[in-house]
């Protein structure tokens, strides 16, 4: 899995990579588009940001995954509302400056409506593209995932990255779902399962060393 100082690298590649892509691109964008659609300007340095820092995941992801072919499939299990928390909160904030001179004007409403759409496509395409494949060596998830990811908070939740069996303090079957804790408190893997498919994990599980929880 990524280490925190992994997480912050891939933070810092973000930040400074939408920022130099935006300073490189300012001068051939149209002075207009300063005044007349800030808050698109300003929540373009989100997107820019998300997408670099997707960037260097997979390239960590596609460096750190071991050669070992796929015994499963399955899909992450998303928080929504969790996940739009970090983007409308920005949006908020940028906003602030129009809800204080009470500014709705129609360029502001049609710039909002604009950011929401691009965070709700983001949204619903890494609830798409995220994936989980289960090898003889380690559990990985790949795709591209729309959240801002920022190493403050340590807690994992299905983030991407390659998960070795060792890293597992245990699992728990409830339902369709497989949670797999991770040691030390560090976050959890909420997986998407069926009767069949736990039936094999439970016996990948035995052969790797990861209990049940309570057993």
């Known amino acids: ?35 007349s659609a800030p808050l698109l300007y300003a929540f373009s340095y989100i997107f820019l940001f998300v997408l670099f820092q997707n960037g260097y995941k997979y390239l960590f992801i596609r460096r750190m995954t071991p050669t070992a072919s796929a015994l499963m499939n399955t899909i992450p299990i998303q928080r929504p509302i969790y ?14 400056k129009n809800l204080r001179t009470l500014d709705f004007s129609l360029s502001f409403i049609a710039q909002l409506l604009i950011a929401v759409l691009v965070v709700e496509l983001l949204l619903w395409y890494g609830g798409k593209s995220l994936q989980a494949e289960l090898t003889q060596a380690a559990i990985i998830i790949r795709g591209f995932d729309p959240r801002i990811d920022i190493p403050f908070n340590t807690s994992i939740y299905n983030h991407p ?14 339902g369709d779902q497989l949670i797999l804790t991770l040691h030390h408190d560090r976050g959890r ?26 057993k």
Do not use: C, W
């Open 1 to 35: 899995m990524m280490s925190n100082s992994q997480r912050s690298i891939s933070f810092t590649v973000g930040l400074m990579g939408a920022i130099l892509f935006m300073m490189m691109l300012s001068p051939f964008l149209p002075e207009l588009l300063f005044s």
């Open 83 to 96: 996940n739009r928390l970090y983007y409308y909160g920005i949006l908020l904030l940028l906003a602030l």
């Open 161 to 174: 990255g390659v998960y070795y069996y060792s890293d597992f303090l245990h699992y728990t079957l409830e």
């Open 189 to 214: 893997l909420l997986l998407r399962t069926s009767l069949d498919m736990q039936r094999q994990l439970m016996g990948l599980f035995q052969t790797k060393g990861v209990p049940l929880k309570g």
